[in-house]
């Protein structure tokens, strides 16, 4: 399954992400942006969560998996409680003024078949990433290994001049 992931040292704040997700929704942003210590932006949006609270909390079932693995709201069964708000830990589930409803990221689950999320796509500096799940883990440990061997190899460089 694919998710929406962050590259924390990419990101310039920049709000790209959150303007294309309000475009794209009739101006109900499902995304904004966080900033953590006055210095470091973090764009929010939902994680779609293995063990979602705001699908278990949800009294009417209206929050539920789709085929993507994205969590969706059903419109016709959300009766505007807040529940899903207060339990959810990132705080992206919000009740429309509108409508009385609650919206939240659906990974953009109506163009995935063709494209990547509208957040991914505007975003300048690839800061978002849609990969599969277990990708990021496995671009770190690749990493960690490469410094690995260029600091053994570098050992071994050193030690050998020193004899």
């Not at 953590?36 to 909390?57: E, L, Q, T, W």
């Given at each position: 399954m694919k998710r929406i992931h962050f590259v924390p040292n990419r990101c310039i704040g920049c709000e790209e992400c959150v303007i294309a997700c309000g475009k794209a929704h009739d101006w109900h942003t499902r995304?904004?942006?966080?900033?953590?210590?006055?210095?470091?932006?973090?764009?929010?949006?939902?994680?779609?969560?293995?063990?979602?609270?705001?699908?278990?909390?949800c009294p009417t079932g209206a929050i539920q998996r789709n085929e993507f693995g994205a969590i969706i709201v059903v419109k016709e069964k959300c009766i505007g409680c807040g529940t899903c708000a207060e339990v959810c830990p990132f705080g992206v589930p919000v009740i429309d003024d509108v409508t009385g409803k609650m919206i939240k990221c659906d990974l953009c689950s109506d163009i995935l078949t063709e494209q990547e999320p509208i957040c991914v796509q505007a975003c300048p500096k690839d800061a978002l990433e849609f990969v599969e799940q277990d990708e990021p883990l496995e671009n770190r440990r690749q990493r960690m290994a490469r410094y690995i061997k260029n600091a053994v190899e570098h050992e071994s460089g050193l030690a050998s001049r020193q004899m």
């Open positions: 995304a904004f942006v966080e900033v953590v210590g006055g210095y470091f932006p973090i764009p929010m949006r939902c994680s779609h969560c293995d063990d979602a609270p705001c699908k278990a909390a």
